[in-house]
């Protein structure tokens, strides 16, 4: 799978992010960078509003996708904290 160019630095971020080393709250409190928060709020309102091309729209997936992901890993995080 090729990843578009701008989608990189989010999957870089979250590689970084699990390569570090993490506990369940530092996945609870887990968020992108503004660079990348800015990057998807654009695609989703171009997208809304004015369309975007087919290059965004697979990057505005993996960003969905990456989204989701983190999620789940939120939500496991929050079931091995109330265990505790």
Known sequence: MTIPA??????EEIVDFI???TS???VI???PSETVKARVENLIYREKNEGI???EKA???LYLQL????RLAKARA???VTKQ
Do not use: N
Not at 6 to 11: E, F, I, L, M, Q
Not at 67 to 70: A, L, N, S, V, Y
């Open 67 to 70: 989204e989701h992901i983190m």
């Open 29 to 31: 409190t887990f968020q």
């Open 24 to 26: 369940p709250d530092r």
């Open 19 to 21: 390569a570090a080393g």
């Open 59 to 61: 990057e505005l997936d």
């Open 78 to 80: 929050r079931q091995y």
């Open 6 to 11: 701008p989608a990189t630095k989010a999957y």
């Open 53 to 55: 091309s087919s290059e």
